[in-house]
């Protein structure tokens, strides 16, 4: 079930209450028969009143309504219904800027994909160009064994001319469609790295959010057990039974409580803004978080005789794709010798003219095709340079690789033991709130019956709000290394 956290209208339960008191222990006189009806139909009233005041609370980031915002069915549209883990999670999917600029990146990595493979497509070219010419070009004709200069050619040229050019073998166009499809895949396995982190850290909150809100109701029922403690005191001091000492311990007890929660209740508006931001919420956005308590109980269990497998953590994937991606430079560099053929044709539709008024009345064609071929003979030694910079980044990479292997081993092994380690301070811890609970418990009976002295119902007090508090910490570390535990064995599924 959820767990729900009610409000009851407590000054209408306890007027009505005592009324009930003052109407059993006075018996009924024949006189005042109308004055109890009415007394016994106001209490009925109010204490319906405050039966049907039961209105679900959920925690909220309301700064105008401080930590708590009560529920009623007339504020029904005024929220959105309470979220639970699951429903932050996919929020945060859609909505967290660090996980759409790694899908943005994705698409970039796709884009530069298309790219790359362009290279292997026809590349076509129109172009066209005027020229005039104030002094005809010279050209030498022989006459008679002599050499006479002679005017050339007209004064107006036109040339619209097509180009199509066809790579048949290049060493680029080859490294960079290789190089980008490892590239997709890299951008990709660091979108799984995003969404892995993301999901983590919105757990991690949305369980510290749960947890302030644990602390806020032991708080407040410390706050409740110490004021009723502090008018038992005063009425032992009027009544002579105890010094006012008793009193001014239970006063300091309940200022010291109620700081505890003021401090609680403002922390929790910090915990709200760090889960709304890892959302990607806005910042006057309203919500309400609800949990599964059963079901959050069921979860704190984790498999940890499963092995671990390095292949299912994303870093590990990408650092693989990195190597492909380096060893691909290798071999561009390493086939830099081979030759680079394209083929082309070209198409020009020239006119010519002496007179720019009949330029294109007639057109003098001329098309041609043939083959490119590019042979690099000597470069400076650069491409063996580089081949060679390209084999050591490779073997740096390699020594990435090993430092990653020991990183996600000791990731492991870390929050493995922290999970364990946790998972039994837990165990302990409830059983340390159930007896310090049964030990304050029977501590304020002797104390009612005069047996124990008031200070030892302080140390009961302190005992059992600790324990309280401990358990809680303990549940969220299990939470948190159990989180850390499944992230460092690669377990978290992430739907993108």
């Not at 109010?46 to 049907?52: C, D, I, K, P």
């Not at 429903?87 to 790219?115: R, W």
């Not at 299912?312 to 380096?326: A, D, G, H, N, V």
Request: proline letters at 4%.
């Amino acid at each position: 079930m959820y767990m729900r956290l009610y409000c009851y209208d407590t000054f209408a339960l306890q007027f009505a209450r005592s009324l009930m008191i003052r109407i059993r222990q006075k018996p009924p006189a024949p006189r005042l028969m109308s004055n109890r009806t009415k007394l016994i139909f106001v209490a009925a009233i109010l204490y319906t009143t405050g039966m049907f005041a039961q209105i679900r609370i959920e925690t909220t980031n309301d700064p105008n309504a401080g930590t708590r915002t009560i529920f009623g069915k007339e504020h029904s549209n005024t929220f959105p219904p309470p979220l639970t883990l699951q429903d932050c999670i996919s929020y945060a999917l859609k909505n967290q800027p660090a996980l759409n600029q790694a899908v943005i990146d994705e698409a970039i990595a796709n884009t530069n994909k298309a790219i790359a493979l362009s290279g292997w497509l026809p590349q076509i070219n129109a172009g066209a160009n005027y020229q005039h010419y104030f002094q005809l070009p010279t050209a030498f004709f022989r006459n008679n064994g002599v050499l006479s200069p002679i005017a050339s050619g007209v004064a107006n040229y036109s040339n619209p001319q097509v180009n199509v050019t066809q790579n048949i073998f290049s060493n680029d166009a080859l490294l960079a469609g290789r190089a980008s499809r490892l590239s997709l895949l890299a951008a990709k396995e660091n979108l799984k790295v995003t969404g892995v982190d993301l999901v983590a850290n919105v757990s991690k909150a949305f369980y510290d959010v749960l947890l302030s809100t644990e602390k806020i109701k032991v708080y407040q029922e410390d706050t409740a057990r110490l004021r009723k403690n502090q008018e038992d005191a005063y009425h032992r001091y009027v009544s002579g039974i105890a010094d006012k000492v008793d009193y001014k311990q239970a006063t300091i007890s309940l200022n010291n409580s109620l700081s505890q929660l003021k401090n609680a209740t403002e922390d929790l508006n910090g915990k709200y803004a760090l889960l709304q931001q890892l959302m990607g919420s806005p910042t006057d956005g309203k919500f309400t978080i609800s949990f599964d308590t059963a079901q959050m109980m069921t979860n704190i269990y984790a498999d940890t005789l499963s092995p671990l497998h390095m292949e299912q953590r994303p870093e590990y994937r990408q650092m693989q794709l990195t190597k492909q991606i380096t060893h691909q430079t290798t071999l561009y560099y390493q086939m830099g010798f081979l030759p680079t053929l394209s083929a082309f044709y070209n198409y020009n539709y020239q006119f010519q003219s002496n007179n720019n008024d009949d330029l294109f009345d007639k057109a003098y064609p001329n098309s041609f095709a043939g083959l490119q071929l590019t042979i690099p003979i000597f470069t400076g030694f650069r491409r063996t340079e580089n081949a060679h910079k390209a084999r050591l980044q490779e073997q740096r990479i390699d020594w990435d690789e090993v430092n990653l292997k020991l990183a996600i081993y000791t990731q492991y092994q870390q929050a493995l033991a922290s999970y364990k380690s946790n998972l039994y301070y837990l165990h302990t811890q409830s059983e340390n709130v159930n007896m310090a609970r049964e030990v304050y418990n029977i501590i304020k009976l002797q104390y009612k019956e005069g047996i124990k002295p008031y200070l030892d119902v302080i140390v009961g007090e302190t005992d059992l709000q600790t324990s309280e508090i401990n358990y809680l910490n303990a549940l969220f570390n299990v939470l948190q290394s159990k989180i850390n535990l499944e992230k460092a064995m690669g377990t978290i599924q992430v739907n993108l």
